[in-house]
């Protein structure tokens, strides 16, 4: 039972590179969840899921996309990355109703120059 | 105003002692309210929540929510080194969440 697992852990991109963020969960939870942690603001929202084929806007969710095409899986899409987008991104998972216990990933680093 | 502020430290203490964290929040309509362990490089896990106000007890932690004042705690009493770590307080109302900026603490052998 891994848990939630996030790929890659470390990436660089360059001003106006692309990438996607890959989040899979084997708890089979319905809600699923992004955030980006960065020093002297805490984790904020990015986007979420409450079921797979649905997605909704966090906090801060321009620059980013998010799909759920399957229930165990939830991507974070960066079209044009700026550097404002340095940060640690962190997914999330949890049960239905129950999104005060969430179970979160290891983190990516990203870094754009 | 952030929804809830924290305080971010750092927080250095003996071996043994009790440890208090504190957050505050602004929106009377919450009423969850956890506690996350965060190691370095490492993901946020929960230590335990409260719903509404009061006390919970789990082990050496402690939660306490006052409403009243729109303030929570967390006590951690005979802290040990492994108890090192970043502990942020979050919340939520519907389907937005909000985290405190997490306090740094060590806890000295």
């Known amino acids: 039972n891994a848990g939630v697992t996030q790929t890659p852990k470390f990436r660089v991109l360059k001003t106006g590179q692309s990438m996607t963020l890959l989040c899979a969960q084997d708890?089979?939870?319905?809600?699923m969840y992004w955030y980006r942690q960065d020093p002297g603001m805490g984790l904020r929202l990015i986007h979420y899921s409450v079921g797979e084929g649905t997605t909704a806007k966090g906090e801060v969710p321009d620059g980013y996309n998010v799909s759920r095409l399957k229930k165990q899986n939830f991507l974070l899409g960066l079209e044009s990355a700026a550097p404002s987008q340095t940060s640690v991104y962190f997914c999330?998972?949890?049960?239905?109703?129950?999104?005060?216990?969430?179970?979160f990933g290891p983190g990516t680093r990203l870094t754009v120059l | 105003q952030k929804e809830v502020e924290q305080d971010p430290g750092p927080l250095s203490v003996p071996e043994g002692a009790i440890v208090s964290l504190n957050c505050t929040y602004s929106?009377?309509?919450?009423?969850?309210f956890m506690w996350y362990r965060q190691y370095s490089r490492k993901g946020p896990e929960l230590l335990m929540y409260t719903y509404s106000s009061g006390n919970k007890e789990d082990g050496r932690f402690t939660a306490q929510v006052d409403k009243s004042s729109k303030y929570i705690s967390l006590f951690i009493r005979d802290s040990q080194p492994s108890d090192s770590a970043t502990y942020l307080c979050?919340?939520?109302?519907?389907?937005?969440?909000?985290f405190g900026t997490g306090t740094s603490l060590t806890v000295i052998p």
């Open positions: 979050a919340t939520y109302t519907g389907n937005q969440f909000y």
């Open positions: 708890m089979n939870h319905e809600y």
């Open positions: 999330a998972s949890s049960r239905q109703g129950a999104a005060n216990e969430q179970f």
């Open positions: 929106n009377s309509a919450f009423q969850y």
